[in-house]
């Protein structure tokens, strides 16, 4: 079950998992859990490098295959700014180049008014097995269609990884 609010400048996701939230926050907070469910479909995140710690960075780096058949990478990085385990994650997120310097929007293709800095929260909620997930994403334009279809293609590859996960648990 998913629902989305796109409001000014802010993306909200709730979704339910039938995990543990011991176990989504591994999915989040775990590179080599993270790298398989991270990013639309089409793209594979490879690099994922995480310091869980408030004021550590972060480095994702997801690649995808362009219709002419070139590759496509894009990086983003940030800080952590809070942490909770198991409740709640929350970290800035730039576009970046492959050594986590913030660079502008337009490096990527996206209009030179798009924001390069904006900021992610998770919040997790135990319902004694299951998971309750809402997703905030603050600075993203309301009219920014491919965050909220990214997220949503994101959150339906994290609910296929979670029953791999539990499946060979």
């Keep these: 079950m998913s629902e989305s609010t796109l409001t000014k400048d802010t993306l909200v996701i709730e979704r339910f998992f039938d995990a543990p939230v011991a176990l989504i926050w591994q999915l989040w907070t775990q590179p080599d859990h993270f790298k398989n469910w991270y990013g639309p479909e089409g793209f594979t995140t490879f690099v994922a490098k995480m310091d869980l710690r408030i004021g550590g960075q ?16 894009i990086w983003t990085g940030g800080e952590y700014t809070e942490i909770v385990p198991n409740e709640r994650l929350v970290y800035i997120d730039s ?20 924001p390069a800095t904006t900021e992610v929260t998770v919040l997790l909620e135990d319902l004694g097995g299951r998971t309750k997930m809402i997703m905030t994403h603050v600075g993203v334009p309301a009219e920014e269609q491919g965050a909220n279809e990214g997220w949503r293609q994101s959150f339906a590859k994290l609910a296929r990884y979670i029953e791999t996960v539990l499946n060979n648990a």
């Design 95 to 114: 576009l970046t180049d492959e050594n986590g310097n913030v660079v502008s929007p337009s490096a990527y293709g996206m209009p030179d008014d798009h």
């Design 58 to 73: 972060r480095l994702i780096c997801m690649e995808t295959q362009t219709p002419d058949g070139s590759s496509m990478k």
